[in-house]
């Protein structure tokens, strides 16, 4: 059974730091993102990686900001959040795929089958 679950959402001010938890199970996914839905917008790509390599990337409004890692033994995937602003306030979920994908698609969330039910992120000025 297909199952992402993330944590770690909350609110904080700007400047701050969180980190996002998402707990995997059910496949071995060939890669795992984050994205973010902000209200009214359009869900976009935060950050992603290659469970084989452990390749990373990442939008530029995040890039320097934020490091997404990998776990495998506790097969868990994080987002560390620093410097916070308030645009990044959004609904953020975990994503992740068994195929394989061309690198530069991976921030598409069009490219993810399996999706968690997401963690809301709430950042103050």
């Known amino acids: 059974q297909v199952r992402l679950v993330e944590s770690g959402g909350g609110s904080v001010q700007a400047g701050g730091s969180l980190r996002l938890s998402c707990v995997a199970s059910g496949y071995t996914y060939n890669y795992m993102g984050w994205f973010r839905q902000a209200s009214e917008k359009e869900r976009e790509g935060v950050a992603a990686?290659?469970?084989?390599?452990?390749?990373?990337y990442y939008a530029d409004s995040v890039k320097g900001r934020f490091i997404i890692s990998l776990d495998k033994a506790k097969n868990t995937l994080y987002l560390q959040m620093h410097s916070l602003k308030p645009e990044d306030t959004a609904m953020y979920y975990c994503?992740?795929?068994?195929?394989?994908?061309?690198?530069?698609?991976?921030?598409?969330?069009?490219?993810?089958?399996?999706w968690g039910q997401g963690t809301q992120v709430t950042v103050s000025s």
């Open positions: 990686i290659t469970t084989g390599g452990g390749s990373t």
């Open positions: 994503a992740a795929d068994t195929h394989y994908t061309w690198v530069g698609s991976l921030l598409n969330p069009t490219k993810y089958s399996y």
